[in-house]
């Protein structure tokens, strides 16, 4: 059963590849979904897939890439609604 992991990602996370990062692990894991910056300085991820997966997207993330400096991730679980067919940056 899929599921719905809506992420928000606070710290020093964006102009340092967390984008390019949360896309690339999220396609190696098979997950559906997208990955913005939003203005107030948060990295908003919305992913679909195995719950497995999604945990371990949330791992990478809390770590992000090499010069991101993470502070706190919070995570939404929600059911997966299915429309979603592969993984963007927005």
Do not use: H
């Not at 692990?25 to 939003?38: E, I, P, Y």
């Amino acid at each position: 059963m899929n599921k719905r992991a809506i992420i928000q990602v606070y710290g020093s996370v964006q102009g340092v590849f967390f984008r390019a990062f949360v896309l690339e692990k999220a396609k190696d894991l098979g997950l559906v979904g997208w990955v913005t910056n939003k203005p107030n300085g948060i990295v908003n991820i919305l992913a679909e897939g195995d719950e497995n997966s999604l945990k371990k997207l949330i791992q990478y993330c809390q770590s992000g890439p090499k010069f991101a400096k993470v502070d706190r991730v919070e995570v939404k679980w929600e059911e997966a609604e299915g429309e979603i067919k592969n993984f963007v940056i927005k």
